[in-house]
């Protein structure tokens, strides 16, 4: 790609809350990219996730998603794990003071986070650092000089300090050390470009911006990613709110639920999560516009597309035959698990065994809402005893043969 073609790929997705501050950043990413083309380099990009679980939604990946449009592009990606920032935990988008995680914790969630990144990102041209290599020898004479670039107010005009001002509530000193701690972190990268979501965009543009230049770096720019609606369409993708599409599950269950999301949300999901190009995105809503292409159609494209991404292209086109011949014909899929059937089993003890569901009480509240079926007939007693063989099916998308 040309500069302008790479500038156009690199910037969809982006939000900043302000036309003028993202026209900024992205006449500095055009900048940046022909000077590094006049030097002959690659540019250096980062993100940083902090691993304070272990379990991740697609969500989470968004800005894994922009890392791996730069490798393709040719740049050199950092995925820069916050094993030093999760001791203090980010308080960009909280309302409440984060619990703080032991060391220990934070390694075991480190691990898991590595290997998840690499169903997103090319491992090979991937460099993977761990920010406590320079945060765990930082000086009380260097967090001086570092402080020293920030007054008291800049943190609380922000909108969750402030909340939590208003209310009485704590706002702990510890806390406005996150925002240094990841500035510097860019700073010691020497980045170019560094990517995160809208909860970031204080600690990206402001913070990091400001002590680069007060350390006497060029500053990076700010890549600033919209957040992922959830399943409803409406809110951030959250697990706690039940609208997540989780990174470990099947393709079948991937496909189905993106295949859920309204209509409305489709263009986020495309520019967000799919590895389609600025170009091809536009094509593809000219084409529903003038009535080429039906809505249904190209979210089957996009359902297909984010299931690649994740898993592989065969597996999303396996996905999608699943989904066509059980939403759109009524079947069943060809193939699907086996559960030897036990004697004196009840149906909660085979839900629970089959891996169908991931606990008794998960079991029951299907039940209850009528999402469990033996053969399609709705199965209401979750002490009953199972009743036979059969395929055995726990709301749309899950199936297992029982014999």
Known sequence: M????????????????DPQLKAAMEKELRERLVLAQKE???????????????????????????????????HDVVFLIGTYTSLIGDPSDQDILRPQLTPEQVEENAQTYAEQAFRVLDKDKTEVRRN??????????????????????????????????DDGDAVYLHETFYSIMQAYDAYMLKADVQVGGTDQLFNIVT?????????????????????????????????????????????DDMFGKVMSVPDKAMGLYMRLVTRWTADEIEAKEAAVASGELHPRD???????????????EKLAAAAKENFIKVFQQGDVPDEMDVYQLASGETVLDVL?????????????????????????????????????PGVLQVGKRRFVCVE
């Open 132 to 165: 406590a290599e320079w945060l765990a020898k930082v000086t009380f004479a260097d967090l001086i000089t570092f402080g020293s670039q920030f007054t008291i107010q800049q943190f609380l005009t922000r909108e969750n300090f402030r909340k939590r001002w």
């Open 352 to 388: 629970v065994a089959a891996e169908l569901v991931k606990s008794k009480s998960e079991g029951r509240r299907l039940i209850e809402q009528n999402g469990v079926r033996l053969d399609g007939e709705t199965l209401e007693d979750p002490n009953a005893e199972f009743p036979g």
């Open 2 to 17: 040309d500069i302008e073609q790479q500038v156009a790929t690199v910037m969809q997705g982006t939000e900043y809350g």
């Open 207 to 251: 913070a990091a911006r400001k002590l680069m230049s007060g350390l006497g770096a060029q500053p990076n720019v700010g890549v600033i990613m919209g957040i992922l609606p959830g399943t409803d369409g409406e809110v951030k993708m959250s697990k706690s709110l039940g609208n997540h599409i989780p990174l470990n599950t099947d393709a």
């Open 40 to 74: 002959g380099r690659p540019l250096r990009v980062y993100a940083g996730f902090d691993p304070r679980t272990t379990d991740l939604h697609i969500g989470h990946t968004i800005p894994m998603r922009k890392l791996r449009q730069f490798q393709d592009l040719g």
């Open 298 to 312: 190209l979210k089957m494209q996009i359902a297909e597309e984010i299931t690649a991404v994740y898993y592989n």
